[in-house]
């Protein structure tokens, strides 16, 4: 069947909007999403934040660093990734994402490389980590997002939902198991080679063969095809407009709400009087549910015909951390798991709000900057909610904070306008 639609699509016996929808359900597009899902799960947050709590102890016993120096490299590599996403973005929106995408996966492996010859300098540590992070922005969720979201319209906030969060929760597990058997078998600088090694001969491959952007969708000059369907707006008319700081503020408030207290949880559990065991199964709930209310959001995104009506998807966060208010145990692992869903899901959204409101041929430049924004949130909100408990002696002194942000989020998200007509 998909070799007939792709037919029919060919010689243009469909008209555009029927086109699209029939592309979305072509074998064609689905092992373009396979690809980018697999090239997501080897990608920065998988590989090296999602498994570097197996790691700290090993490289911090063998350099006799404190507890606080390793993880310097996540903050390091998050802020010059962060910083370097709009740049990212633009390069790949000028140069298409395959010439961009596919050395990008050999710089990040040799990154990884660069981690496994660590010599106990801190110097080197700090450099190595500030490469990561831009190098590492060229193969992930700036470019995947772009072609996901040319192959997919109708579907797309699905589509987006499956590969840039539901792929990245399923390849931690897998690579948290392969991260504990391998330290122990071949130590942490065999294990940062092996991954390397995935990167390489794995992703690499695999988006070579398998991953390439829409006809529709690439650079005219790249692909002698006409621009995509739709509005395109530019970056800078973008970033003057309301749809824009209105996604940005009500996404980064939601973001660093739900990164603070997710931070401080643990001794925000004991002002709370839940045990510790109760903290950790909330913990774990708290990332568990982070994949399916995502792929939830994306649905409700695609089928919900105004972007307005997503404030009930922007509430979830809000009605959590109201029900982590009581003095019930079971209300506060429920209402925290709640959090972590509308979190999820808020994240999920996104890509889906950048491409939809200003098309896809500046998709990656502007969800760069947005990527960048949003990166920058996720420190915030510790940071924030730390200072207020260091002031007052207290977390409860940082509820009426998060308690505003949340509810403000929620309103912002209910004044967004209609997508422009496609």
């Known amino acids: 069947m998909s070799?007939?639609?792709?037919?029919?699509?060919?010689?243009?016996?469909?008209?555009?909007?029927?086109?699209?929808?029939?592309?979305?359900?072509?074998?064609?597009?689905?092992?373009?999403?396979?690809?980018?899902?697999?090239?997501?799960?080897?990608?920065?947050?998988?590989?090296?934040?999602?498994?570097?709590?197996l790691f700290l102890e090993p490289v911090s016993n063998e350099f006799h660093w404190s507890a606080a120096i390793f993880p310097q490299a996540m903050l390091i590599s998050g802020l010059t990734g962060?910083?370097?996403?709009?740049?990212?973005?633009?390069?790949?929106?000028?140069?298409?994402?395959?010439?961009?995408?596919?050395?990008?996966?050999i710089a990040w492996a040799a990154t990884l490389v660069g981690m496994s010859f660590l010599n106990?300098?801190?110097?080197?540590?700090?450099?190595?980590?500030?490469?990561?992070?831009?190098?590492?922005a060229t193969c992930g969720p700036v470019a995947l997002a772009k072609v996901i979201s040319g192959w997919f319209d109708r579907s797309r906030g699905i589509a987006l939902s499956a590969v840039l969060g539901g792929s990245v929760a399923i390849f931690t597990a897998i690579l948290l198991v392969l991260a504990r058997v391998l330290i122990v078998d071949l130590g942490w600088r065999g294990t940062y080679l092996t991954f390397a090694g995935m990167i390489v001969l794995i992703a690499l491959p695999v988006s070579f063969l398998f991953l390439r952007e829409a006809p529709d969708v690439a650079p005219p000059d790249m692909m002698g095809m006409p621009g995509p369907v739709g509005v395109d707006?530019?970056?800078?008319?973008?970033?003057?407009?309301?749809?824009?700081?209105?996604?940005?503020?009500?996404?980064?408030?939601?973001?660093?709400?739900?990164?603070?207290?997710?931070?401080?949880?643990?001794?925000?559990?004991?002002?709370?009087?839940?045990?510790?065991?109760?903290?950790?199964?909330a913990l774990t709930l708290y990332s568990l549910v982070g994949p399916i209310s995502a792929l939830i959001a994306?649905?409700?995104a695609d089928r919900?015909?105004?972007?307005?009506?997503?404030?009930?998807?922007?509430?979830?966060?809000?009605?959590?951390?109201?029900?982590?208010?009581?003095s019930q145990e079971w209300a506060i692992v429920v209402g925290f798991a709640l959090l972590g869903a509308g979190f999820a899901a808020v994240a999920g959204?996104?890509?889906?709000?950048?491409?939809?409101?200003?098309?896809?041929?500046?998709?990656?430049?502007?969800?760069?900057?947005?990527?960048?924004?949003?990166?920058?949130s996720l420190g915030v909100g510790p940071v924030v909610l730390g200072l207020l408990r260091d002031t007052w002696g207290s977390y409860a002194s940082g509820i009426p904070v998060v308690v505003g942000a949340l509810l403000l989020a929620v309103l912002l998200t209910a004044t967004l306008?209609?997508?422009?007509?496609r």
């Open 3 to 53: 070799d007939a639609i792709e037919t029919v699509l060919r010689d243009g016996g469909l008209p555009p909007l029927a086109a699209r929808a029939a592309t979305e359900m072509s074998r064609e597009a689905m092992v373009v999403a396979i690809a980018c899902s697999i090239c997501m799960g080897l990608s920065f947050a998988p590989v090296f934040m999602g498994t570097f709590p």
């Open 82 to 105: 962060a910083l370097s996403g709009p740049a990212v973005g633009r390069l790949i929106d000028t140069m298409g994402v395959r010439r961009v995408l596919l050395p990008g996966l």
């Open 120 to 136: 106990g300098s801190v110097v080197t540590l700090y450099l190595v980590s500030a490469l990561m992070g831009p190098l590492a």
């Open 233 to 281: 707006v530019k970056p800078m008319a973008a970033f003057r407009s309301r749809p824009f700081w209105t996604v940005m503020a009500a996404s980064t408030l939601i973001c660093a709400s739900a990164s603070g207290v997710a931070s401080h949880f643990i001794p925000w559990g004991v002002e709370l009087g839940i045990s510790g065991g109760t903290a950790t199964f």
């Open 298 to 300: 994306g649905a409700a």
């Open 304 to 326: 919900l015909p105004r972007p307005g009506l997503l404030a009930v998807v922007f509430a979830v966060p809000l009605l959590g951390f109201l029900a982590m208010l009581t």
């Open 349 to 376: 959204l996104l890509p889906f709000f950048t491409s939809r409101y200003f098309g896809l041929a500046n998709a990656s430049t502007i969800f760069g900057v947005a990527v960048g924004l949003t990166t920058l």
């Open 417 to 421: 306008p209609r997508y422009p007509n």
